[in-house]
């Protein structure tokens, strides 16, 4: 069987079908020291959990690196590099570098090794994005994590590229003159990803609140082989201002109101998952996003026009995209009908 072939009988003919599958033994334990309800710390246990022993996690510093790794304490069970802020995709190409080049000179015992990187949105999606791209073209087999937050919540809960419109921050306070002071729409960050990188196989967007499509989506990049990226929306119950509680609602929410489009790029095709695919198939009405964004107190400044605004942006995402959700420019062919 050639090498291709293999690849893809190891990528989808061991899709995990019930949580009874999911392997029992954990390389994220108990201890750690993020909030309650973090939603961040349950994709941890996620990529640990499929990923096992023979892996090596890179994390920049971020929430999940403060909560996880506090002077000698740690929740990682598999080996674990802290690499700063901006660092991470220049550590997981040095991580994943290293390990070819030890094998080839018969330093270590030839396997396949798990390199997988993990970064906030801060540390990912802004100041790390040209390391992250440069880590994206080379022939290295490494898996980058994008757990997004969306907000630098380690350091107080500061805006970035990933807050969403409107969003309190400590650096998006609404005030008497501006209401609304984080006027940008959000980055997709998965698109940047596939359009600008030829040679990624897989690519995807998750959730923790879906946990079969997460763990798959996880197995799936380390088994596609090269460079690899997942971008997944974690509720933050400091950041976004709810009950712990309400972690796993709102992570459905962001799906079923369309807000979060939960798909995967294989090999240049798009593939919807979960409430998303009967969304773009027309199946599943989105709810409105005001059932999303009143729950959350960093919206509570939010008044009628905020609202409108807000689910007039979701609906150009499923209605005028040239990919639903995903690709907002559309073909010459398109725009003339
Ligand atoms: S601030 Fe948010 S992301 Fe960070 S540990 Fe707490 S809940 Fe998790």
Redesign the pocket.
């Known amino acids: 069987m050639s090498e291709e072939l293999e690849k893809e009988e190891r990528m989808y003919k061991s899709i995990i079908k019930t949580i009874k599958q999911a392997p029992l033994e954990e390389f994220y334990a108990s201890g750690h020291r993020?909030?309650q309800?973090?939603?961040?710390?349950l994709l941890m246990r996620y990529l640990a959990k499929i990923s096992g022993e023979r892996t090596i996690v890179v994390g920049a510093t971020g929430?999940?690196y403060v909560?996880n790794t506090t002077y000698y304490t740690t929740s990682w069970v598999v080996p674990w590099v802290h690499t700063q802020l901006g660092g991470s995709g220049g550590a997981a190409l040095g991580t994943a570098a290293a390990l070819r080049a030890l094998m080839r000179k018969g330093k270590i015992k030839e396997e396949p090794i798990n390199v997988i990187v993990f970064c906030g949105d801060l540390g990912c999606a802004d100041m790390g994005l040209s390391g992250v791209s440069n880590a994206m073209t080379y022939d290295y087999n490494l898996l980058i994590i994008l757990y997004d937050?969306e907000s630098s919540?380690?350091t107080d809960?500061q805006e970035t590229s990933m807050t969403p419109y409107g969003a309190q921050t400590s650096f998006s306070r609404p005030g008497t003159a501006r209401r609304i002071m984080k006027r940008r729409w959000k980055k997709s960050v998965v698109p940047m990803i596939i359009a600008g990188h030829r040679n990624v196989r897989y690519a995807a967007t998750t959730s923790p609140a879906y946990p079969l499509d997460t763990l798959n989506k996880i197995k799936k990049a380390l088994s596609a082989g090269g460079p690899t990226f997942i971008h997944s929306l974690?509720p933050?119950?400091?950041?976004w201002d709810y009950d712990p509680m309400y972690s796993h609602e709102l992570g459905t929410l962001a799906v079923e109101t369309g807000i979060w489009p939960l798909y995967e790029y294989i090999d240049g095709k798009i593939i919807y998952n979960e409430p998303t695919k009967g969304i773009v198939e027309g199946r599943i009405k989105r709810k409105p996003v005001r059932e999303y964004l009143e729950k959350q107190g960093r919206f509570s400044h939010f008044v009628e026009e905020d609202f409108e605004h807000f689910q007039k942006m979701v609906d150009e995402m499923y209605e005028s995209w040239e990919i639903p959700g995903v690709m907002p420019i559309k073909s010459v062919e398109l725009a003339r009908k």
């Open positions: 993020t909030c309800g973090c939603e961040s710390a929430c999940m909560a937050n919540a380690n809960i974690d933050c119950p400091k950041g």
